[in-house]
């Protein structure tokens, strides 16, 4: 798993327990999927279907740096399904999972579009 996105845990970000606050995490998580999604499917119009279970294992600080991994793990005819690991940047303690995130594409009109793509592609061999 690539490890692409990193965050610094700051004051704004922290519950009443003074760890993260797992909104914030999850806010994160969602962005950093659609964006993979995005830059996956060419196309910036894609939406959250769905997360499973999220195992939140460790809880940052403050000043904690995290970094967060997605991965494909499946495409189907209009969605792409994801796998999430955030760990410490520092410690590469486990801080959360999420095993399943399914990203849908979406066409012109709003509603769910073949997206054509069956594997992972990366950037540099589309130009090629």
Not at 6 to 32: A, S
Request: net charge negative; proline share 4%; charged share 25%.
């Amino acid at each position: 798993m690539n490890f692409h996105t990193r965050k610094w845990v700051k004051p704004e970000d922290l519950n009443p327990n003074g760890t993260l606050f797992g909104g914030r995490l999850l806010e994160w998580i969602d962005e950093e999927a659609a964006l993979y999604t995005i830059v996956q499917l060419e196309n910036k119009h894609i939406v959250t279907k769905f997360m499973s279970e999220i195992n939140f294992i460790n809880a940052p600080v403050q000043g904690d740096i995290i970094e967060m991994g997605i991965e494909a793990t499946s495409f189907g005819n209009t969605s792409l399904t994801l796998r999430c690991e955030v760990r410490n940047k520092l410690t590469h303690e486990d801080i959360l999972t999420i095993d399943t995130i399914v990203m849908v594409n979406l066409g012109a009109d709003g509603k769910p579009a073949p997206h054509g793509k069956t594997k992972i592609e990366y950037v540099k061999d589309r130009i090629g």
